[in-house]
């Protein structure tokens, strides 16, 4: 059990949405998984997301890069 939880602990998010990012909404519109998040800032949730890289290849701006 304790293994399970240090490998959460140390999950690293494979994307990240970066400061350059427009909130144009197309990242939100392609995740099938649904882990994307809108507000001022968008965010990835990291317990939803299973690295497809959809996001990314669809952001117009380039602002989803691997994390």
């Known amino acids: 059990m304790q293994n399970i939880i240090n490998l959460k602990q140390n999950k690293k998010m494979a994307y990240k949405i970066t400061d350059i990012c427009v909130a144009c ?3 939100i519109d392609e995740c099938p998984v649904g882990a994307i ?3 001022d800032i968008y965010k990835i949730d990291e317990n939803a997301c299973v690295s497809c890289g959809t996001c990314a290849g669809a952001c117009p701006t380039g602002a989803i890069v691997e994390g």
Request: charged letters at 15%; hydrophobic letters at 0%; one cysteine or more.
């Open 25 to 27: 909404g197309t990242c």
């Open 37 to 39: 998040s809108e507000g």
